[in-house]
C-alpha cells in the first residue's frame, strides 16, 4: 500500500525539480541560513523574515505569488498614517450627532412595531463619516460623482446625517417606515420609495457587493465607449461581514481584477456578528475573506486596531502579541468586548510575555482595548485605509474595518447576539449615551417617556462645518437626480423590415428580434446607446453578426488571434466594443443589465440596455435582482429566448419555461408581452422606447419571451386599431369564414401557441363545421393589469370598461385560451371575460422529446385543442354531448 504522504512529498520534489538550479551552492546557502534562524530564533523568527523579505520582493516588482494573508494587524502602521486633514472634533460632535437621532428615530417607532435597526450604524458611523467628510464624491462637480451602496441597516444613520444637513425635518424622521401616507421615509434604500435621495437598493444581501463590481465596470465601459468621462467616479461598497456569505457577494471578485476595476472599493463592516450570532464562531472572518479577495487579485487594507494598541504592537519584539490576536477566534474577540478586566487579562493575555504587558495597563486601559479600540471606531485609522484604497492603481481594494456591533449604545446592545432585534432604548440608557457621546442634552430634555431629536441649530459651527466638506467634494450625497434627456426616435426602417413580414421564408421569432436590434444599432444617432448583454451563448439567439460590427467589450482588447479569424463572423473583442458579453452568469449580466438601466440616472446618460437568456434563467434564477431593477427603477428590454415549455424540449426538465410569464407579472415594473409574430415585436419595441426612452419616460422595462421555432412570419395586418390591440394586449388576427354557418367559439392564444390554434381553426372548420375566431394575445398580464385599473377607477366611482371585456365583447361562443405557458397565465384574464372561458396549458416538468409529442402529451396540440373546443360548445348544447369522444378517438388522442 502507498503511503499517502511519501507521494505527495516526492509529488512537491519532482515540481521543483522541474526548474533548473544555476546555482546549487547558493540555494544551499539561503536553505541553510533558514534553518539556523529557525535553531536560534525559532520557527516564528523564520516565519517573520519570509514574511518581510517576501513583502520586500513585491514591493520592489518582482513577480511572486502574492500571501493570501497577513498577520491580524493594521495594514496602514501607526509610523505611516497619513495627516487627518479635517477638524477632528468637530468631525467627532457631528458623528455623535448622527448617532444620537439614529437612536431616537428607530425608538419612536418601537410603539407602533414598525422595527429599525440600531446596532449596525452604531459599529458603522466612521466608516461613514469619514466618507462623507473627505471621500465621497458629488454631482456638483465634475463627472457623475461617485457612486454609493449603503448596507442597508445602517439607513437610520444616513437619515440622521441628511436632518443634520437640513434636507430631512423631524416630521420626516418620524414618519421612519411610515410611508403609507406618501410623507414617510422608507426602511432601507430604496429609490423608488425616496427618488431624489437613494441611488441603489442593496438590503436585499449579497446584491449590494455584486452590483457595485458591474456598477464600477459599467463606469469603464462608458468612459471606453466614448459616451462620458467617469474617470472620476469612484464606486464604494459598504457591507456587512455576515453578508459576504451570500454567494452574489463574491462571485464577481475576479471579473474587478482581472479588468484592473481600481475605481472600486469594498468597506466590509467587520464587527464580527451576523444577525443572530457571531459570523465565524471557532476562526476569523477577517482573515479569511483576507485570503478570498487577496486569491482573487484584490488590493486588502486592513484596519482592525485602534490608537491603544498601537504602543503595545510596537513593543512586541517577540511577535507573542501578533499570534495570541491571530489566534483568538471571532466568538472570544466578541466576549472579550463586554467582558472586565480580570477575564481578559486570564483568558486573553496568557503566557508571561502577555502576563507582564497587561501588568503595565489599568483596568480601565484593558477594557478600552477590546471594547472601544477597534480600527473602525476610530477616525484616523479609518482615514489612513481609505487613503491607501483611494490611492491604490490596477485593482480594486477591500477595506476590512474591525468594529464592535452596537458600539457605544451601552452594555445592553454592545457585542450581544440579540441587537439585531433589539429596536429601542430605554430612556436610562439614552441618558447613558448622551453622557458618552457628549451631547449638550439637558436632563428636562429626557425627563419625559420619549427622547428628542437634537439639531445644533441651523447656523451651528457643525452645519457649517458639514456643509463645506460636502461643498468642497461636490454636493451632497446620497443624492439621485434625473435630468430629461429623450432621445430621438429610432429610424421606421428597421420596424417596417419586420412589420413587411418574411414571405416564405421561415423565421423564429428570436431571430426577428434581434435583426430588429442590429438595424438599431447601426442608427448614427441613438444606435451607440444600445447596451447588447448575453450571459453566454450569443451564437445560440443568432448574435454572432455582430460580434465583428459592433465587437465584444474588453479594457484589454484582443491580445490573442481569434481561432476564427479567417471567418467572416469572427470573435472580435475591442476596448470600445458594444455587446457585453458576460460568460455564464446570469446573475452577473443582470447586475450589468441594472447599471446601464439606470444609467440616466447615475450619469445622465440614458442607454438602451438589451439582455437576452434562455428564458428559464431569468425571472426564475435571477427574480431578486429584478425586484432590485424595479426599486432603481430600470429601464431597458429583457428577453427570454427559446421561451415555452415545449420549444426547448431536448434540453428536459430544466430548461423548460413554463411560468417566466406567471413570476414577471408579480414584478410591478415589468412590461411583458409573449408576442407570436415579428411585426407584433416591432410594434411592442418601438412602443417600449417611446415609453422608456421618450419625452415623458416611465420607470418600466420590457419583458419579451421569442421562440426558437421557425416559422412563417406574415406582414402586419391591415386591421384598423392592431397596433392598439398588440400594445394593450389582444387583437382578431384571423376572423372566422364570414358566411360559415355553425357553432361559434374564440381561441385565444399567445407566442408560438398562435400556430397550433390557428391548425385548430381549420380542423373545427373542415372536421366539425365549428367556426373560430383566432386571436392573438401578446399580454396576458398588461390586459390584467388594466382591468385591474379599470376596476379601481369603479372603485372610485369612475365607470371603466377593461380593454379585454371590450375586445371580446358580443364574441360568439364560449372562449377557450391556449399557450405555452402554465394555465395561470392565461388565466390572469379570465374573470373580466364574460363568455365562458376555459384554458389549456403546459403545467408540470418539462421533458425532452420531439415539439409535438410534448405538445401532445401537455394537451396543447391542435388536435388536443379541438377536443377542449367541442367539449366547451357540449356544455352549451351547441354540439353533439359524444363530439370530444369522437374527436379523441379520430386524432388517436385517447389513452
Known amino acids: 500500500m502507498n503511503n499517502p504522504s511519501r507521494s505527495t512529498e516526492s509529488s512537491a520534489l519532482s515540481e521543483l525539480d522541474q526548474l533548473p538550479d544555476r546555482d546549487r551552492e547558493e540555494t544551499a546557502e539561503w536553505q541553510a541560513s533558514l534553518d539556523a534562524v529557525v535553531r536560534n530564533m525559532g520557527p516564528e523568527r523564520a516565519v517573520y523574515l519570509m514574511r518581510r523579505v517576501h513583502e520586500f520582493a513585491a514591493r520592489s516588482g518582482m513577480s511572486l505569488p502574492g500571501l493570501l494573508s497577513s498577520d491580524y494587524i493594521n495594514t496602514v502602521p501607526a509610523a505611516t498614517q497619513p495627516a487627518f486633514p479635517g477638524d477632528l472634533d468637530m468631525e467627532t460632535r457631528i458623528t455623535a450627532l448622527n448617532r444620537w437621532n439614529a437612536a431616537v428615530m428607530v425608538t419612536k417607532g418601537a410603539p407602533q412595531g414598525l422595527g429599525g435597526h440600531i446596532s449596525t450604524y452604531a459599529s458603522a458611523a466612521w466608516l461613514y463619516e469619514i466618507g462623507f467628510n473627505h471621500f465621497f464624491r458629488g454631482k456638483d462637480g465634475d463627472g457623475s460623482g461617485d457612486q454609493l451602496f449603503i448596507q442597508g441597516h445602517a439607513s437610520p444613520g444616513i437619515y440622521a446625517r441628511a436632518f443634520i444637513e437640513g434636507r430631512l425635518t423631524a416630521q420626516q424622521l418620524d414618519a421612519f417606515r411610515r410611508e403609507a401616507g406618501g410623507r414617510g421615509l422608507p426602511s432601507y434604500p430604496h429609490p423608488r420609495r425616496l427618488p431624489w435621495f437613494w441611488e441603489f437598493p442593496t438590503v436585499s444581501m449579497g446584491l449590494g457587493p455584486l452590483g457595485a463590481v458591474y456598477q464600477a465596470r459599467f463606469n469603464r465601459y462608458l468612459s471606453d ?7 472620476a467616479s469612484r464606486v464604494w461598497a459598504f457591507l456587512g461581514d455576515g453578508e459576504m456569505d451570500e454567494p452574489e457577494s463574491l462571485a464577481a471578485l475576479t471579473l474587478a481584477s482581472r479588468e484592473g476595476l481600481d475605481n472600486l472599493t469594498f468597506v466590509v463592516n467587520c464587527n464580527l456578528q451576523r444577525l443572530d450570532g457571531p459570523v465565524r464562531s471557532n476562526s476569523k472572518i477577517v482573515q479569511e475573506l483576507e485570503a478570498r479577495f487577496r486569491g482573487s487579485g484584490w488590493n486588502v487594507v486592513k484596519t ?21 490576536l491571530g489566534d483568538v477566534p471571532d466568538a472570544q474577540l466578541q466576549t472579550l468586548a463586554v467582558r472586565d478586566a480580570a477575564y481578559i487579562r486570564k483568558n486573553f493575555f496568557t503566557g508571561d510575555a502577555l502576563s507582564a504587558v497587561s501588568a503595565s495597563l489599568s483596568d480601565a486601559q484593558v477594557v478600552d482595548l477590546f471594547e472601544r479600540s477597534r480600527g473602525g471606531h476610530e477616525p484616523l485609522k479609518v482615514y489612513a485605509a481609505y487613503q491607501a484604497a483611494v490611492k491604490h492603481r490596477g485593482a480594486p481594494t477591500v477595506v476590512l474595518a474591525q468594529t464592535v456591533k452596537g458600539h457605544t449604545l451601552g452594555s445592553a446592545f454592545e457585542s450581544r447576539n440579540a441587537n439585531h432585534q433589539m429596536k429601542k432604548l430605554t430612556m436610562p440608557q439614552f441618558r447613558s449615551l448622551r453622557d458618552l457621546l457628549e451631547l449638550p442634552i439637558p436632563d428636562s430634555a429626557l425627563a419625559g417617556d420619549e427622547p428628542p431629536y437634537w439639531h445644533p441649530g441651523e447656523y451651528s459651527p457643525e452645519v457649517r462645518y458639514l456643509r463645506e466638506r460636502r461643498a468642497e467634494l461636490g454636493g451632497l450625497v446620497p443624492s439621485r437626480r434625473v435630468e430629461a434627456k429623450p432621445l430621438p426616435e429610432p429610424p421606421a426602417r428597421p420596424f417596417e423590415a419586420l412589420e413587411k413580414g ?4 421561415e423565421v423564429a421569432t428570436t431571430t426577428a428580434l434581434v435583426r430588429l436590434v442590429k438595424d438599431l444599432v447601426r442608427d448614427k444617432r441613438t444606435g451607440a446607446r444600445w447596451v447588447p448583454i448575453v ?7 443568432g448574435m454572432e453578426s455582430m460580434f465583428p460590427s459592433a465587437g465584444i467589450y474588453s479594457p484589454l482588447g484582443q491580445t490573442y488571434d481569434p481561432v476564427d ?16 458579453i458576460e460568460g455564464i452568469t446570469e446573475a452577473g449580466s443582470m447586475a450589468e443589465f441594472a447599471a446601464a438601466a439606470t444609467s440616466y440616472a447615475t450619469h445622465g446618460e440614458p442607454m438602451i440596455p438589451f439582455y437576452i437568456f434562455y428564458a428559464m434563467f431569468g425571472f426564475q434564477r435571477t427574480g431578486d435582482q429584478f425586484w432590485a431593477l424595479a426599486d432603481q427603477m430600470g429601464r431597458g428590454f429583457v428577453v427570454g429566448g427559446t421561451a415555452g415549455r ?3 424540449t431536448g434540453e428536459g426538465l430544466q430548461h423548460g419555461d413554463g411560468h417566466s410569464h406567471l413570476l414577471a407579472s408579480t414584478n410591478p415594473a415589468a412590461i411583458s408581452y409573449d408576442p407570436a409574430f415579428a411585426y407584433e415585436i416591432a410594434v411592442i419595441v418601438r412602443d417600449g422606447l417611446r415609453r422608456m426612452y421618450g419625452e415623458q419616460p416611465e420607470n418600466v422595462f420590457y419583458y419579451l419571451t421569442v421562440y426558437n421555432e421557425p416559422r412563417i412570419q406574415p406582414a402586419m395586418p391591415s386591421v384598423p386599431g392592431i397596433e392598439e390591440g398588440i400594445v394593450k394586449g389582444i387583437y ?9 354557418t355553425g357553432p361559434r367559439l374564440q381561441l385565444l392564444s399567445s407566442g408560438t401557441a398562435i400556430h397550433w390554434a390557428l391548425r385548430a381553426q381549420e380542423l373545427l372548420a373542415s372536421d366539425w363545421n365549428v367556426q373560430a375566431d383566432v386571436w392573438s394575445v401578446t399580454s396576458w398580464t398588461e390586459l390584467r393589469r388594466d382591468a385591474m385599473n379599470a376596476d379601481s377607477a369603479r372603485m372610485n366611482g369612475v365607470e371603466q370598461t377593461p380593454y379585454v371585456t371590450r375586445a371580446l365583447a358580443g364574441a360568439p361562443g364560449p372562449v377557450l385560451a391556449v399557450s405555452d405557458w402554465m394555465r395561470q397565465v392565461p388565466d390572469q384574464i379570465s374573470q373580466w371575460v364574460e363568455q365562458d372561458y376555459y384554458s389549456l396549458g403546459t403545467d408540470g416538468f418539462g421533458l425532452s422529446d420531439t415539439r409535438e409529442d410534448v405538445r401532445r402529451y401537455f394537451g396543447v396540440d391542435a388536435e388536443s385543442i379541438v377536443v377542449a373546443a367541442l367539449s366547451r360548445l357540449a356544455r352549451s348544447g351547441q354540439v353533439p354531448p359524444d363530439s370530444a369522444a369522437l374527436a379523441r378517438e379520430r386524432y388517436g388522442l385517447t389513452p
Not at 479569424?565 to 457585453?580: F, M, R
Open 732 to 740: 382578431r388576427f384571423r376572423p372566422a369564414e364570414a358566411t360559415a
Open 225 to 231: 465607449r466614448g459616451i462620458k468621462d467617469t474617470s
Open 646 to 648: 415545449t420549444t426547448m
Open 565 to 580: 479569424a479567417d471567418q467572416l463572423l469572427h470573435y472580435k473583442e475591442s476596448e470600445n466594443g458594444q455587446l457585453l
Open 304 to 324: 482592525l486596531w485602534g490608537e491603544a494598541w498601537d504602543p503595545l504592537l510596537a513593543q512586541d519584539t517577540t511577535g507573542d502579541l501578533v499570534r495570541r
Open 502 to 505: 418574411f414571405g416564405s421564408q
Open 535 to 541: 450571459p453566454d451563448e450569443a451564437r445560440t439567439f
